[in-house]
């Protein structure tokens, strides 16, 4: 059973997912440290607030803190607009390989026999 766990953990899938989760962290952490940046400025400009962590409002008593998800929801779409650039670039960057790896189409092949062919008769 531990030869089966070991062979499993050292398959190359799963290390490559471990290493992309560690990446996806750290870069989680940039783009949060960035969106705390980035908010300040808006915050200072448009309502003086530091940070939209402490933005809330009170219903019945109660403080609801919509700021935290305002921060949350920043996060995510700057995550989201850098995978999209990310993966737009990687697709620009493929194609080219891809096309040139892509070997003539099955009706190129079928011309160049018969004009092969053709060539060949008397």
């Known amino acids: 059973m531990l030869k089966e766990f070991k062979a499993f953990v050292m398959r ?9 989760l560690i990446m996806a962290l750290a870069f ?13 400025f808006v915050g200072a400009i448009f309502g003086g607030s530091v940070s939209f962590d402490r933005l809330t409002f009170t219903l019945n008593g109660t403080p609801i803190p919509y700021g935290a998800f305002l921060t949350a929801l ?13 993966v737009k670039a990687y697709n ?26 053709r060539a060949r008769q008397p």
């Open 12 to 20: 190359g899938n799963l290390v490559e997912i471990a290493v992309g």
């Open 28 to 40: 989680a952490g940039v783009v949060t440290a960035f969106t705390n940046v980035l908010l300040s």
């Open 74 to 86: 920043a996060n995510f779409l700057l995550v989201a607009w850098v995978l999209f650039l990310i």
């Open 92 to 117: 620009r960057l493929r194609k080219p390989a891809e096309e040139a790896l892509a070997g003539p189409t099955e009706v190129e092949l079928l011309t160049e026999i018969r004009d092969s062919l």
